[in-house]
Antibody, heavy 122, light 112 residues
């Protein structure tokens, strides 16, 4: 059974750095074709893809946010971490971690975490 | 920012058929990348509905079907049911400066 769970602060102040952890089970990020991605959704708005890391430790980022994002993995702990610098109120959103199987550009997002609401406010 | 365009809303009576379009460009759908569809019920995480343009994961009713042609894709729901009231998103892969994975603008399906 594949599960993913996001953890991190519910509230961050403007200019701070956000660190979110995705802890997953039911699969290994060392398996060929396996990827974990971060996707966010501002309240009442559409989904926005942020970053992905694959089994080979290749990393890809949203063009508009790449200067602020860092994604990393700890395969032994079954965790993927996303950091986002210089947080702003417009970054208020539910942040999802999700699994993609089939390699970057191939498979769909087949499993999603429940999401973690992050509010940016002073 | 969404690169794939969907109608903001569609509606239909129970039992009717509705379709949702997803319009992309030559750098995503038109480049041959697969289109996937997700259903998001209120207050929940999205769920994979259609993958690889027209394939249903196990457990998804055959009332849901997908197709792709050129730079666009479509999701059809036949025999609309009250439980289908949700937001629907298409998703593909993009090779332009927009950045890798792209989602649609989202469509709210209302069952009248």
């Amino acid at each position: 059974q594949v599960t993913l769970r996001e953890s991190g602060p519910a509230l961050v102040k403007p200019t701070q750095t956000l660190t979110l952890t995705c802890t997953f089970s039911g699969f290994s990020l060392s398996t060929s074709g396996m990827c974990v991605s971060w996707i966010r959704q501002p309240p009442g708005k559409a989904l926005e893809w942020l970053a992905v890391i694959d089994w080979d430790d290749d990393k890809y980022y949203s063009t508009s946010l790449k200067t602020r994002l860092t994604i990393s993995k700890d395969t032994s702990k079954n965790q993927v971490v996303l950091t986002m610098t210089k947080m702003d109120p417009v970054d208020t959103a539910t942040y999802y971690c999700a699994r993609i199987y089939g390699g970057v550009g191939s498979g769909p997002v087949d499993y999603w975490g429940q999401g973690s609401l992050v509010t940016v406010s002073s | 920012q969404s690169v794939l365009t969907q109608p903001p809303s569609v509606s239909g009576a129970p039992g009717q058929r509705v379709t949702i379009s997803c319009t992309g460009t030559s750098s995503n759908i038109g480049a041959g990348y697969d289109v996937h569809w997700y259903q998001q019920l209120p207050g929940t995480a999205p769920k994979l509905l259609i993958y690889g343009n027209s394939n249903r994961p196990s457990g998804v009713p055959d009332r849901f079907s997908g197709s792709k042609s050129g730079t666009s894709a479509s999701l059809a729901i036949t025999g609309l049911q009250a439980e289908d009231e949700a937001d629907y998103y298409c998703q593909s892969y993009d090779t332009s400066l927009s950045g890798r994975y792209v989602f649609g603008t989202g469509t709210k399906v209302t069952v009248l």
